[in-house]
T-cell receptor, first 113, second 114 residues
Framework: GESVGLHLPTLSVQEGDNSIINCAYS??????FIWYKQESGKGPQFIID?????DKRQGQRVTVLLNKTVKHLSLQIAATQPGDSAVYFCAEKPPSGSEKLVFGKGTKLTVNP | ETGVTQTPRHLVMGMTNKKSLKCEQHLGHNAMYWYKQSAKKPLELMFVYSLEERVENNSVPSRFSPECPNSSHLFLHLHTLQPEDSALYLC?????????????FGQGTRLTVV
């Protein structure tokens, strides 16, 4: 079925370390993936996206890796800062002709000073 | 700011009340969405509107009634809700079918049903 899941519900890192947040998806035909960040009391905010014809995309301090062989998506945050503390969601877009995104449960990232 | 504005930010209502949530997007998008976010659950898609036409209704109880008068505005009318309907209700918009699929979210309305 169409579902997106996350391996770890919580992740705690030290300030300055790199963070890796993982996501498994089940629909091998999904053609677009997004990472969102949700801070407390706010709506999800777009971080970075990647299309299925790519395996890596870099932004500012963030990198998304896509492994279609094992249906795995990861978000790497370099030099994690306290402001990175939030819940991170991955989302996939199945190629069903619908505009909808399918979201995972989220991983709560805590950055310790 | 994401360009998607939701009001009110917080709402407490009794089970017999009728209230409405409002969403407005200033991004020129063609699709708008209502999501429900409960603790420890994935975001649940409730309704999708594309070019003001409802294209998806994910088995949402009839006590939730959406309205999309134009491509910039979306409402969620609430009546005779239950305590389990307490959640964060998020509105989002996107370019729709022919554009980038990423959704831009509002800040949400924190709803408490008493």
């Amino acid at each position: 079925g169409e579902s997106v899941g996350l391996h770890l519900p919580t992740l705690s890192v030290q300030e300055g370390d790199n963070s890796i947040i993982n996501c498994a998806y089940s629909n091998s035909a999904s053609d677009y993936f997004i990472w969102y960040k949700q801070e407390s009391g706010k709506g999800p905010q777009f971080i970075i996206d990647i299309r299925s014809n790519m395996d890596k995309r870099q932004g500012q301090r963030v990198t998304v890796l896509l492994n279609k062989t094992v249906k795995h998506l990861s978000l790497q945050i370099a030099a994690t800062q306290p402001g990175d503390s939030a819940v991170y969601f991955c989302a996939e877009k199945p190629p069903s002709g619908s505009e909808k995104l399918v979201f995972g449960k989220g991983t709560k990232l805590t950055v310790n000073p | 700011e994401t360009g998607v504005t939701q009001t009110p930010r917080h709402l407490v209502m009794g089970m017999t009340n009728k209230k409405s949530l409002k969403c407005e997007q200033h991004l020129g998008h063609n699709a708008m969405y209502w999501y429900k976010q409960s603790a420890k659950k994935p975001l649940e898609l409730m309704f999708v509107y594309s070019l003001e036409e409802r294209v998806e209704n994910n088995s949402v109880p009839s006590r939730f009634s959406p309205e999309c008068p134009n491509s910039s505005h979306l409402f969620l009318h609430l009546h005779t809700l239950q305590p389990e309907d307490s959640a964060l209700y998020l509105c989002a918009s996107s370019q729709g079918f022919r554009g980038r699929p990423e959704a831009f979210f509002g800040q949400g309305t924190r709803l408490t049903v008493v």
